[in-house]
């Protein structure tokens, strides 16, 4: 888990909630079985914050009619209008999308980045959740 949440950034009680739901869904046998769900868990995290980043990258490049104060920050399939001095989770989002574009060194490949980071993700998933479903013993 440690390297799957960004502390200070993400709610690493919030992925423990996460993994406990996937290994319900799954319900290892084996000790595989529990590291392929870890995997996955994390897996499907990542893929979360990227979706994250695609919004913040896309609130970030829209031009604001906002005034300093205010920003446009993700929340779901829409952006919201939060104070800059707004919750921590709020704030979080913009600070995973600002970061990427500074690593990205805010060139215009940053959703071509972004979208092979996703397809390979997705790629892994769909391996892993056809190991699980096809690839061990019946119970």
């Excluded at 290892?28 to 868990?41: A, G, K």
């Excluded at 921590?88 to 913009?94: D, N, P, S, T």
């Amino acid at each position: 888990m440690t390297a799957t949440v960004i502390p200070g950034v993400e709610d690493p009680d919030e992925y423990r909630q996460f993994q406990l739901q996937m290994r319900r869904q799954y319900q290892p046998i084996h000790p595989t079985d529990e590291e392929l769900i870890d995997r996955l868990c994390s897996l499907l995290w990542r893929l979360r914050r990227a979706a994250a980043i695609e919004n913040g990258l896309l609130s970030i490049h829209v031009p604001s009619p906002l005034p300093p104060e205010l920003t446009l920050v993700p929340n779901g399939n829409q952006l919201i209008v939060v104070e800059k001095h707004g919750s921590r989770a709020e704030r979080a989002k913009a600070d995973i999308a600002e970061t990427f574009v500074r690593l990205s060194n805010r060139s215009g490949a940053a959703f071509d980045r972004l979208q092979r980071y996703e397809k390979t993700l997705w790629r892994q998933v769909a391996q892993i959740i056809f190991i699980l479903k096809h690839g061990r013993p019946s119970k």
